[in-house]
């Protein structure tokens, strides 16, 4: 199946600075990127949808000023926390869809998430 | 709007048994049903899906589930598990029509030797 990258996989901030996660489909074009958030022992929290080229669409309940994401190209999003707080701390798991108009092969691929954990 | 109840929060089993993971959903309109499996600290792996056709799904790793549309149940079954397949399950749907997936609070499986 496709691959779908996430890097850091673990990151430490202090309360305050801003915190760049990104999210790169390695062997297929994403025209569709999804940001999720997982609390521990809970299920996936969507954040929001990207396409690429436009602006994300958030999820009610999720501030796009503190979570800024970028869907620049096909293979790449970036989610932005920022000034990040404690209760921020989550695992961020991407996720990357290329939209083939077929549901047969309009599989969502999963990154492998990233921990945050805000000091 | 779609959504999902996974009725086990745990599900202990000792190896080579057999094990069911109860998924119900809800929806007004026709739904892609799907179960991925997390590993600890890592994102999401497809299990199986159904789209539509045979009711009965085969997937990755010997699981299996089942579509009944009469009782919008989509149950994951294996005849017999491994200490490996010690997890967490997430039943997840999607409308036809849609790109969001819902997805439930998840099953905890855990092999017992």
């Known amino acids: 199946g496709a691959v779908v990258s996430q890097h850091p996989s673990r990151v430490i901030c202090k309360s305050g600075t801003s915190v760049k996660i990104e999210c790169r489909s390695l062997d297929f074009q994403a025209t569709t990127m999804f940001w999720y958030r997982q609390f521990p022992k809970q299920s996936l929290m969507l954040m929001a949808t990207s396409n690429e080229g436009s602006k994300a669409t958030y999820e009610q309940g999720v501030e796009k000023d503190k979570f800024l994401i970028n869907h620049a190209s096909l293979t790449l999003s970036t989610l932005t926390v920022t000034s990040a707080h404690p209760e921020d701390s989550s695992f961020y798991i991407c996720?990357?869809?290329?939209?083939?108009?077929?549901?047969?092969?309009?599989?969502?691929?999963f990154g492998p998430g990233t921990r945050l954990t805000v000091l | 709007a779609q959504s999902v109840t996974q009725l086990d929060s745990q599900v202990p089993v000792f190896e080579e048994a057999p094990v069911e993971l109860r998924c119900n959903y809800s929806s007004s309109v026709s739904v892609y049903l799907f179960w991925y499996v997390q590993y600890p600290n890592q994102g999401l792996q497809l299990l199986l899906k159904?789209?539509?056709?045979?009711?009965l799904v085969k997937g990755i790793n010997g699981f299996e589930a089942e579509f009944n549309k009469s009782q919008t149940s989509f149950h994951l079954r294996k005849p017999s598990v491994h200490i490996s397949d010690t997890a967490e399950y997430f039943c997840?749907?999607?409308?036809?029509?849609?790109?969001?997936?819902?997805f439930g609070a998840g099953t905890r499986l855990f092999v017992k030797a």
């Open positions: 159904y789209l539509s056709g045979s009711t």
């Open positions: 997840a749907v999607k409308d036809t029509g849609g790109f969001k997936t819902i």
């Open positions: 996720s990357a869809m290329e939209a083939s108009g077929s549901p047969f092969r309009d599989e969502q691929f």
